[in-house]
């Protein structure tokens, strides 16, 4: 005989049968083998429905004859009731003798059945697998139910993720509104006040009111760079900054971020100097304005603790596999040097080296978090190597794409003073040897001069080819005798060649001596600024520049005599309209001025313009919507030039007015050089009457 399992050692059985002798018999027979069993009987099929309800028997034996209510009625409705459905039932009779009333018992809704008269063995064994099955039913309904509870559970948590996702979103979109919104009310006065400033400036003044503008300029641009640094450090806070991907020149973004410095480093009499590895490609892709930020954060710093000396850019470059690379810059100056026990204190936010009250320089303790952030966020790392009073070294390295070599064609056009020999005539070894290192790090070829002209007229027979460029000191030209001018001009008349000078800013007898009849290209002051020597190289050197015009670098007339536009201006703001007619009056060109989106689609209707520069907020109709007006409305013909003027500085901005039509784009507060470079962009097109 078998066993019964241990969790069927207590069962709970119903007998049914109206012969007390059968219930009895069943009853003895069933606590034999589970001794600890509960006996239920019931006389009856109605007494059985009653009881099924109360005892929850594991199993029904229930009899097929019987009065009133057979065994076939009975089991047919305890398979109807929800509650009783699922208690097996083991039918007993003496009349499913044949196999048609088997199967009448089974089609009745047994679940097994056994014929009188049974052998004991085989009614237990009939017992012990039911029993087993409603065991390992009732097992399954109860992981059933645990799923399901789980099930319940784990969507009532989806539910509130997808509610925690949607508060995160909308604080996310409120915080990134804000910052839109913020970034936009402070960037307008921003522009008012700079751009104003700066038509001031180049208005005629006296000492003091010259002064004052500059003060106020440049008080103006400190509140900028501190509105610029908190809100970067609230958009890195939120997740909001996403970077971009573009081919940019390396070397123009550097010469850029020190041309932005200059002012401050002339201030102090401090020379800046920058090189790029020779095996570094001219071309990158990467996101060019957030470099532009890290390095005029690190320039700027430099310039702040230095106060005699230098500022040095160093750019390296290494393959990491053949369509990217890692870019290493290192920026060191001469300055006052860093503390080793407060080096900690350096990429903290709000933090400085010097936390006192009492403490020389100003600054938000920004700059370098929000650098140290950036350069993570473009796959590098920052770090600092510093000695108190021997200045100090930030390097920092990101990743950036390197395009295909159809690309560096596309895009790159190969420097003008790659290759180009100049001659260096320095009273200063030191300054002239230094000079040359700057000179040979851009792939030029300095020809070392001595410090006297003694030797001139010997130097430029002998130099085969003969210099295109000579970088001279005005003391040494002062002291030139009549025949060693008399070499120099025989030279440019015979090459071609530029004459630039070297003096230093503020020098008694700083104006360039009378030397007729040579040409004297540009002045450069010490101490050289290498951007400015750079851009001055490049202009002189360019093909097919004349020395007029690179002497002063300036076109002949205003930018609107070379390059005529008729120009539609659609701004709101009554300053930025003045700041924006007043840099355009200052090129030479007039602008139509429309105040909303509406008005331009008007104005557009009724003439044709060359150019729009388009605000982006404006009532009625914003920018973007009156791009994508124009785009979809206008026929070919008479579609404009359309620059995006914004206040905002939100990542993504640029490709939103890109995406709506728009083809280019400038950021407030405007510059006058960003304008002028971005109207030089706008084609020319034959003029169309409207």
């Given at each position: 005989?078998?066993?019964?399992?241990?969790?069927?050692?207590?069962?709970?059985?119903?007998?049914?049968?109206?012969?007390?002798?059968?219930?009895?018999?069943?009853?003895?027979?069933?606590?034999?083998?589970?001794?600890?069993?509960?006996?239920?009987?019931?006389?009856?099929?109605?007494?059985?429905?009653?009881?099924?309800?109360?005892?929850?028997?594991?199993?029904?034996?229930l009899?097929?004859?019987?009065?009133?209510?057979?065994?076939f009625?009975?089991?047919?409705?305890?398979?109807?009731?929800?509650?009783?459905?699922?208690?097996?039932?083991?039918?007993?009779?003496?009349?499913?003798?044949?196999?048609?009333?088997?199967?009448?018992?089974?089609?009745?809704?047994?679940?097994?059945?056994?014929?009188?008269?049974?052998?004991?063995?085989?009614?237990?064994?009939?017992?012990?697998?039911?029993?087993?099955i409603?065991?390992?039913?009732?097992?399954?309904?109860?992981?059933?139910?645990?799923l399901?509870?789980?099930?319940?559970?784990?969507?009532?948590?989806?539910?509130?993720?997808?509610?925690?996702?949607?508060?995160?979103?909308?604080?996310?979109?409120?915080?990134?509104?804000?910052?839109?919104?913020?970034?936009?009310?402070?960037?307008?006065?921003?522009?008012?006040?700079?751009g104003?400033?700066?038509?001031?400036?180049?208005?005629?003044?006296?000492?003091?009111?010259?002064?004052?503008?500059?003060?106020?300029?440049?008080?103006?641009?400190?509140?900028?760079?501190?509105?610029?640094?908190?809100?970067?450090?609230?958009?890195?806070?939120?997740?909001?900054?996403e970077?971009?991907?573009?081919?940019?020149?390396?070397?123009?973004?550097?010469?850029?971020?020190?041309?932005?410095?200059?002012?401050?480093?002339?201030?102090?009499?401090l020379?800046?100097?920058?090189?790029?590895?020779?095996r570094?490609?001219?071309l990158?892709?990467?996101?060019?304005?957030?470099?532009?930020?890290?390095?005029?954060?690190?320039?700027?710093?430099a310039?702040?603790?230095?106060?005699?000396?230098?500022?040095?850019?160093?750019?390296?470059?290494?393959?990491?596999?053949?369509?990217?690379?890692?870019?290493?810059?290192?920026?060191?100056d001469?300055?006052?040097?860093?503390?080793?026990?407060?080096?900690?204190?350096?990429?903290?936010?709000?933090?400085?080296?010097?936390?006192?009250?009492?403490?020389?320089?100003?600054?938000?303790?920004?700059?370098?978090?929000?650098?140290?952030?950036?350069?993570?966020?473009?796959?590098?790392?920052?770090?600092?190597?510093?000695?108190?009073?021997?200045?100090?070294?930030?390097?920092?390295?990101?990743?950036?794409?390197?395009?295909?070599?159809?690309?560096?064609?596309?895009?790159?056009?190969?420097?003008?003073?790659f290759?180009r020999?100049?001659?260096?005539l320095?009273?200063?070894?030191?300054?002239?040897?230094?000079?040359?290192?700057?000179?040979?790090?851009?792939?030029?070829?300095?020809?070392?001069?001595?410090?006297?002209?003694?030797?001139?007229?010997?130097l430029?027979?002998?130099?085969?080819?003969?210099?295109?460029?000579?970088?001279?000191?005005?003391?040494?030209?002062?002291?030139?005798?009549?025949?060693?001018?008399?070499?120099?001009?025989?030279?440019?008349?015979?090459?071609?060649?530029?004459?630039?000078?070297?003096?230093?800013?503020?020098?008694?007898?700083?104006?360039?001596?009378?030397?007729?009849?040579?040409?004297?290209?540009?002045?450069?002051?010490?101490?050289?600024?290498?951007?400015?020597?750079?851009d001055?190289?490049?202009?002189?050197?360019?093909?097919?520049?004349?020395?007029?015009?690179?002497?002063?670098?300036?076109?002949?007339?205003?930018?609107?005599?070379?390059?005529?536009?008729?120009?539609?201006?659609?701004?709101?703001?009554?300053?930025?309209?003045?700041?924006?007619?007043?840099?355009?009056?200052?090129?030479?060109?007039?602008?139509?001025?429309?105040?909303?989106?509406?008005?331009?689609?008007?104005?557009?209707?009724?003439?044709?313009?060359?150019l729009?520069?388009?605000?982006?907020?404006?009532?009625?109709?914003?920018g973007?919507?009156?791009t994508?007006?124009?785009?979809?409305?206008?026929?070919?013909?008479?579609?404009?030039?359309?620059?995006?003027?914004?206040?905002?500085?939100?990542?993504?901005?640029?490709?939103?007015?890109i995406?709506?039509?728009?083809?280019?784009?400038?950021?407030?507060?405007?510059?006058?050089l960003?304008?002028?470079?971005?109207?030089?962009?706008?084609?020319?097109?034959?003029?169309?009457?409207?």
């Open positions: 005989m078998d066993t019964a399992v241990t969790s069927e050692a207590t069962p709970v059985f119903l007998l049914v049968d109206d012969r007390e002798e059968g219930r009895t018999f069943l009853a003895r027979l069933l606590h034999f083998r589970y001794p600890g069993a509960r006996m239920v009987e019931a006389a009856s099929g109605i007494e059985a429905l009653a009881r099924a309800l109360d005892a929850a028997p594991d199993l029904i034996l009899d097929a004859l019987m009065p009133e209510m057979d065994g009625e009975t089991c047919r409705k305890l398979k109807a009731q929800a509650e009783t459905a699922a208690i097996p039932v083991l039918m007993v009779s003496a009349v499913l003798t044949d196999s048609e009333n088997r199967i009448s018992g089974l089609a009745s809704g047994a679940d097994s059945y056994i014929c009188k008269p049974f052998e004991n063995d085989e009614l237990l064994a009939q017992v012990n697998a039911m029993l087993r409603r065991h390992h039913e009732q097992a399954l309904r109860a992981q059933q139910r645990v399901e509870d789980e099930l319940v559970t784990r969507r009532r948590i989806e539910q509130d993720l997808v509610e925690a996702r949607q508060t995160a979103e909308n604080a996310a979109l409120a915080k990134s509104e804000f910052l839109a919104n913020m970034s936009h009310e402070l960037r307008t006065p921003m522009n008012g006040v700079i104003l400033t700066d038509v001031l400036l180049d208005t005629e003044l006296d000492a003091e009111q010259r002064d004052l503008a500059s003060t106020i300029k440049t008080s103006g641009e400190t509140l900028l760079a501190v509105i610029n640094d908190i809100l970067d450090f609230s958009k890195i806070e939120s997740g909001r900054l970077l971009e991907s573009r081919p940019f020149r390396l070397r123009d973004l550097v010469i850029h971020a020190l041309n932005l410095i200059q002012r401050q480093a002339s201030g102090k009499e020379a800046l100097f920058w090189e790029i590895e020779s570094t490609p001219p990158v892709a990467g996101d060019e304005i957030r470099l532009r930020q890290i390095l005029s954060n690190l320039l700027s710093n310039i702040k603790f230095t106060e005699r000396g230098e500022v040095r850019i160093h750019v390296a470059f290494c393959d990491l596999d053949h369509h990217n690379g890692e870019l290493h810059f290192a920026v060191s001469t300055g006052i040097g860093i503390p080793a026990e407060k080096m900690n204190r350096l990429f903290r936010s709000f933090s400085q080296v010097d936390a006192s009250t009492t403490r020389q320089y100003g600054g938000t303790g920004l700059g370098l978090a929000i650098s140290k952030q950036l350069t993570e966020l473009m796959g590098g790392r920052m770090w600092v190597e510093s000695e108190p009073g021997r200045g100090s070294t930030f390097h920092f390295t990101i990743r950036v794409r390197v395009p295909q070599l159809d690309e560096q064609g596309r895009h790159d056009t190969h420097s003008a003073v290759g020999r100049i001659l260096l320095d009273s200063d070894d030191e300054a002239r040897g230094r000079l040359a290192a700057l000179l040979t790090s851009w792939e030029m070829k300095p020809i070392l001069g001595g410090t006297t002209l003694d030797l001139i007229e010997a430029l027979l002998r130099q085969q080819p003969a210099p295109e460029a000579i970088l001279l000191d005005e003391f040494l030209l002062r002291a030139a005798r009549p025949e060693q001018v008399a070499a120099l001009h025989r030279w440019q008349t015979a090459h071609g060649g530029a004459l630039l000078l070297l003096h230093t800013a503020g020098a008694q007898g700083a104006a360039v001596p009378d030397v007729a009849p040579l040409h004297v290209a540009a002045q450069i002051s010490r101490p050289v600024s290498a951007s400015n020597l750079f001055i190289l490049s202009r002189i050197l360019a093909p097919g520049n004349t020395q007029a015009e690179a002497g002063t670098g300036i076109p002949a007339g205003p930018l609107a005599h070379q390059h005529p536009l008729r120009i539609l201006l659609a701004e709101d703001n009554p300053v930025n309209q003045k700041v924006a007619i007043r840099m355009l009056e200052r090129m030479g060109y007039q602008a139509t001025i429309a105040s909303t989106g509406a008005d331009v689609l008007m104005a557009l209707k009724q003439q044709y313009y060359d729009v520069l388009m605000d982006l907020q404006m009532p009625v109709l914003d973007l919507q009156a994508r007006q124009i785009r979809t409305e206008f026929p070919a013909d008479r579609q404009p030039y359309i620059i995006a003027l914004t206040a905002s500085a939100l990542v993504g901005d640029r490709d939103k007015c995406a709506a039509g728009m083809n280019d784009y400038l950021r407030k507060p405007i510059r006058e960003d304008l002028r470079a971005a109207l030089g962009r706008c084609p020319r097109v034959a003029e169309k009457s409207a």
